[in-house]
C-alpha cells in the first residue's frame, strides 16, 4: 500500500515537472533579468510587435530617403544623372555592408538588444543632422528660392547626415530582425511555424514602411518641403524607439557568446592536423560533448556527408579519450557541432555569390526606374503630379499582397501537398523570385525602347513603368524574403545576427556591382560614340543596360539551380518539448 502511495507521488510529481518544463523556454535564452524564461510570458507575437514597430518606422526614413534621394542629387545639388546614380548606389552599398560589423559585435560581444539601442541612436542623430541642414540658415543648400550653386557645406554635412544613417543602419538592420526571430523557440512546433510566419509578416510591416516611405515622404518631400519631410522621419523614430524600449519585459534575449570566427579556425587546424587519418565509417564515432554540457550554446547538429575532409577534427585519437574530467585542446579536437558550422558557412558562400546578380537587377529600382519616371507624364488629373519616386509604391504594393497570399493561401496549400512545414524549400522560393526579376528586366527593357521612341516622353504616362514594379515587387516577395529567412535559419545559431548582416551584404555588394558596371559599360560604349548613361535619359541607352542584366542573370540562374539541387541543409538534433508533438531529432532540410 504505501509502495503505491509512493509511485503516486512520483508521478503526480513527474506530471508537475513535465508541466514545469512545458512553461518553460530552454533555447538558451534569457529574459530581462537573466533567468529561463517563462515561455506565457514572454516572447512570440506580443514580444515581436514590438520590434516590427521600429522595424517599420526605420524602413519609413530609409525608403524616404533612398528612393528620393536621386532627384536631390540632381535637381538640389545639380549633379549629372551617372553622378546621382553611383552617389546613391555607393551609400546603399555602404549601408547595406556595414551591417557585417555590427552583425559580429552583436553575436560576439553586445547583445542583439543593446546593440539594437546604441545603432537606434545613431540613426536618430543621422536624422537629426539631415534636419538641421534644412532648416539652420548657414546650412541651407542656399537662401534663395532658386538655387544654382549650393553650399559646399551643405553638401558635406548632407552625406556626413547620411553616413551616419548607415552607421545606424549597420547595428540596426542585422540585430533587430534575427532579435525578433529569437521570440520563436525552434524546438516548440507551434512557435516554429509562428517563426516562419514572422518572416513574411516583417516584410509586410517593412513594405507598408516602403509604401508610406515613397508616397507620403516622398509627396511631402516634392511639394512642401525637404526640411518638413526630414523633421516628420525624426520624430516616427523617436517614437518608435521609446515603443522598443517598453517591450523590454517581455523580450528573450541570447547571451552574447564571443567571437564565431575562432572556434571555425580552430576546425580548420585540427583538421589539417589530422588530414592523414582515414575517416570513420559510422558518423556516430565522431566526437561530440553531451547535451547537458552544450544546452547553454545551443542546439547540436548532425552529421551531413559534405565536405567530409573537416570531420579529422573531430576524430578521437588513442590519447585523447575522455579520462578524469580532462579538457581537449580545440586546435586538436573539435566536436561534431562545430565541424557542421564550419561546413554551413562554406556551403554559404556560392549561394551568396550566386544572389548577387539577382541584387544588381533591383538596384536599379530606385536609381534608372526613378529617373525614367522624371521624364515622363506623371499628371493623375489637372491638380495633381505623382512625384517620380512615389511610382516605387507600386512594387511595395504588388510585395505586400504577394506576402499576404502566399503566407495565409499558398503555405497552407503546399504544407498539404508537400508535408514541408515551410511550404516549399527555402532555395526554390529565391529562385523563382530570381525568374522574376529576369522577367522584369525583360519588360523594363520594353519599355524603355518604347519611351525613346516618343519624341516627346511627357507623352507617354509614367504607368507604363507599372508593369517592371509589380513584377519586380512580387519577386522580392520570394526572393528578398527567402534569402532573410535562409541567412538567418542556415547559420549558426551563435551567428544570426551575422547571418542577416550576409543578406544585406548581398544588397550592398550588389549596389556596388552595378555602379562599377555602369562605369565599366560607360566608358566602353563611349569608344562608339554614344554611351549608354548620357547626361540625361534621351541621350542614354538603357534598353540596352536592361537588356544585359536580363541575359547575366539568365546564366546565373543556371549556376544557382545547380547549387540548389544538391544543397543540404542544416542538420538539427531536435529537443523534446513537453506538449509539444513535433519530431525529437530530424534533418531541416525535409522543413528548409
Known amino acids: 500500500m504505501e509502495r503505491q502511495e509512493n509511485e503516486k507521488k512520483l508521478e503526480i510529481s513527474g506530471g508537475e515537472t513535465k508541466r514545469e518544463e512545458a512553461n518553460l523556454v530552454h533555447d538558451s535564452s534569457v529574459d530581462y533579468k537573466g533567468r529561463v524564461p517563462i515561455r506565457a510570458a514572454t516572447g512570440v507575437w506580443k514580444a515581436s510587435l514590438f520590434i516590427i514597430t521600429i522595424e517599420f518606422s526605420e524602413r519609413l526614413s530609409y525608403f524616404g530617403i533612398a528612393t528620393n534621394l536621386i532627384t536631390y542629387l540632381t ?265 557542421e558550422e564550419l561546413k554551413l558557412i562554406l556551403n554559404m558562400i556560392p549561394i551568396w555569390f550566386t544572389s548577387l546578380p539577382n541584387t544588381v537587377c533591383l538596384a536599379q529600382a530606385p536609381t534608372f526606374f526613378v529617373k525614367q519616371a522624371a521624364t515622363m507624364n506623371r499628371n493623375v488629373t489637372n491638380n495633381f503630379k505623382i512625384p517620380p519616386a512615389s511610382i516605387y509604391s507600386l512594387g511595395a504594393i504588388s510585395m505586400l499582397i504577394s506576402v499576404t497570399v502566399y503566407d495565409k493561401i499558398v503555405v497552407p496549400i503546399l504544407r498539404k501537398a508537400t508535408g514541408n512545414e515551410r511550404g516549399m524549400n527555402i532555395l526554390h522560393r529565391i529562385g523563382l523570385g530570381m525568374l522574376l526579376a529576369v522577367v522584369a528586366m525583360f519588360v523594363a527593357a520594353l519599355v524603355e525602347q518604347k519611351r525613346l521612341d516618343y519624341a516627346d516622353p511627357k507623352a507617354m504616362s509614367v504607368f507604363w513603368l507599372a508593369p517592371q514594379y509589380i513584377i519586380l515587387g512580387i519577386g522580392d516577395a520570394f526572393s528578398l524574403v527567402g534569402l532573410q529567412e535562409y541567412f538567418y535559419d542556415q547559420v549558426p545559431d551563435s551567428m544570426r545576427s551575422l547571418g542577416v548582416a550576409l543578406y544585406l551584404s548581398v544588397i550592398g555588394v550588389g549596389s556596388f556591382m552595378s555602379s562599377s558596371l555602369i562605369t565599366i559599360l560607360d566608358h566602353v560604349t563611349k569608344k562608339d560614340g554614344r554611351s549608354w548613361f548620357g547626361k540625361d535619359l534621351s541621350s542614354s541607352r538603357l534598353d540596352n543596360f536592361f537588356w544585359l542584366l536580363a541575359a547575366l542573370n539568365v546564366l546565373n540562374i543556371c549556376v544557382y539551380g545547380y547549387l540548389a539541387w544538391g544543397y543540404t541543409y542544416k542538420n538539427v538534433e531536435r529537443r523534446v518539448v513537453p506538449g509539444d508533438s513535433s519530431v525529437t531529432n530530424g534533418n531541416d532540410q525535409s522543413m528548409a
Not at 555602404?94 to 555590427?102: A, D, E, F, K, S
Open 75 to 339: 535637381q538640389v545639388l545639380h549633379q549629372d544623372v551617372k553622378t546621382a546614380a553611383k552617389n546613391v548606389n555607393y551609400w546603399v552599398g555602404v549601408t547595406t555592408l556595414v551591417p557585417i560589423i555590427g552583425g559580429f559585435l552583436a553575436d560576439a560581444y553586445t547583445g542583439r538588444y543593446n546593440m539594437v539601442i546604441f545603432a537606434s541612436l545613431v540613426y536618430l542623430m543621422g536624422l537629426s543632422l539631415l534636419t538641421m541642414s534644412q532648416y539652420i540658415p548657414s546650412l541651407k543648400p542656399c537662401n534663395t528660392e532658386i538655387c544654382q550653386h549650393p553650399r559646399k557645406l551643405h553638401e558635406v554635412l548632407l552625406f556626413v547626415a547620411l553616413y551616419f544613417i548607415s552607421v545606424g543602419t549597420g547595428g540596426h538592420k542585422p540585430c533587430l530582425q534575427s532579435f525578433g526571430a529569437d521570440q520563436f523557440d525552434d524546438d516548440h512546433l507551434e512557435e516554429r511555424k509562428n517563426k516562419m510566419s514572422f518572416f513574411n509578416w516583417w516584410n509586410f510591416a517593412l513594405c507598408c514602411g516602403l509604401f508610406l516611405g515613397v508616397t507620403v515622404i516622398v509627396y511631402i518631400q516634392d511639394s512642401v518641403s525637404w526640411g518638413v519631410a526630414a523633421l516628420v522621419l525624426t520624430v516616427t523614430l523617436a517614437v518608435t524607439i521609446v515603443t522598443f524600449y517598453m517591450g523590454r519585459y517581455c523580450y528573450r534575449y541570447r547571451v552574447a557568446q564571443g567571437s564565431p570566427l575562432k572556434p571555425m579556425l580552430q576546425v580548420l587546424v585540427a583538421a589539417i592536423r589530422k588530414r592523414n587519418l582515414p575517416n570513420p565509417e559510422n558518423p556516430d564515432l565522431l566526437f561530440e560533448v553531451p547535451r547537458s554540457e552544450k544546452s547553454s550554446q545551443g542546439r547540436l547538429l548532425l552529421h551531413t556527408k559534405r565536405l567530409r575532409f573537416l570531420d579529422k577534427a573531430a576524430i578521437l585519437e588513442e590519447n585523447e579519450y575522455p579520462s578524469g574530467g580532462q579538457k581537449h585542446s580545440p586546435w586538436r579536437l573539435a566536436t561534431l557541432t562545430r565541424v
